[in-house]
């Protein structure tokens, strides 16, 4: 029988044997959504998917009621990297950066670098943000000595992307779960490592997630949950172009008017939706009395 690849989809598992937990992220039709957006250069798109793997992967082992994203800032040629995902499995995300791009992009060696994981809570407006250390190369390697730096258990994290597809391997130890005790196979968590260092890039990216996990660590018992899908989708709305256009004030917002001959036109550089505000869409706008602050650039 032939395999089919599914695409877009989460995979939540177990390795039973072992005493560790997975997440198997499989991107298609929406990581290739946000690779279009823009003409990437081949080694920012890389890392761009690999970022946006990983968002989703960070999603998988956590309750979550509104969005997680990863947004790192330097001043060096890769200006802003950012990917997000939200509880309903929308996932949006974008680079911008100047050129020339050098032909490998060291996260260690970027100027004035710092990532950031925000997790945020819709319903409650609270926002949780843990920095990430930039001593490593590669985004996974990156994430990896968060979890080691962190309270958080250990993890192993293979990320790779290309123009098709982008897709995430994540893996965490957990002591006494499933009723496995760890103190009996001492060994567990490194000969899951070794195993998965034989994973190369191009098998990641070629392999059906089942049949991935099978071949991997067949003699560790796997035992698949139900996936969860995943889908391009993006946050932007009118009222929060308002609420960002309000925080100018009058003053920005009657000259902007008056620049673009009556009309200010707002494009969304996540999805390209286009919202237009005329002079009496903006005197409703600036009458309103804000009820928050704005919104972060990145939202």
């Not at 000595?145 to 957990?174: C, T, W």
């Not at 070794?194 to 003699?219: K, N, V």
């Amino acid at each position: 029988m032939e395999n089919v690849l599914v695409e877009d989809v989460l995979h939540r598992f177990m390795l039973e044997r072992a005493g560790v937990r997975g997440v198997l992220v499989r991107l298609g039709p929406a990581w290739r959504e946000v690779a279009g957006r823009s003409a990437y250069p081949g080694v920012l798109r890389s890392v761009l998917g690999e970022t946006l793997a990983a968002c989703a992967l960070l999603t998988g082992n956590i309750k979550l009621e509104g969005s997680l994203s990863v947004e790192l800032k330097s001043a060096g040629a890769l200006r802003l990297l950012f990917a997000e995902c939200t509880d309903q499995g929308r996932l949006r995300g974008l680079a911008r950066w100047n050129d020339p791009l050098p032909d490998t992009l060291d996260l260690a060696a970027l100027p004035n670098a710092v990532m950031a994981i925000t997790i945020g809570h819709a319903e409650r407006g609270q926002r949780y943000q843990g920095l990430v250390d930039l001593q490593h190369p590669t985004v996974s390697a990156a994430l990896e000595n968060y979890f080691s730096q962190s309270e958080q258990l250990p993890a192993r994290i293979v990320l790779a992307a290309d123009g098709e597809h982008a897709v995430g391997l994540m893996l965490q130890k957990l002591p006494d779960e499933g009723g496995y005790d760890a103190a009996e196979d001492e060994d567990a968590w490194t000969r899951i490592q070794h195993l998965t260092a034989t994973l190369g890039a191009e098998e990641l990216l070629s392999t059906p997630p089942e049949q991935l996990l099978y071949r991997l660590y067949h003699e560790e018992s796997v035992r698949l949950f139900d996936p969860r899908p995943l889908v391009f989708g993006c946050s932007c709305t009118r009222e929060r172009v308002e609420t960002v256009l309000r925080s100018l004030g009058r003053e920005e917002v009657e000259a902007a008017l008056e620049a673009r001959d009556g009309e200010i036109e707002v494009i969304c550089e996540f999805c390209a939706q286009r919202y237009t505000f005329d002079r009496i869409d903006a005197e409703h706008l600036l009458s309103i009395s804000p009820g928050a602050s704005a919104p972060s650039t990145a939202q």
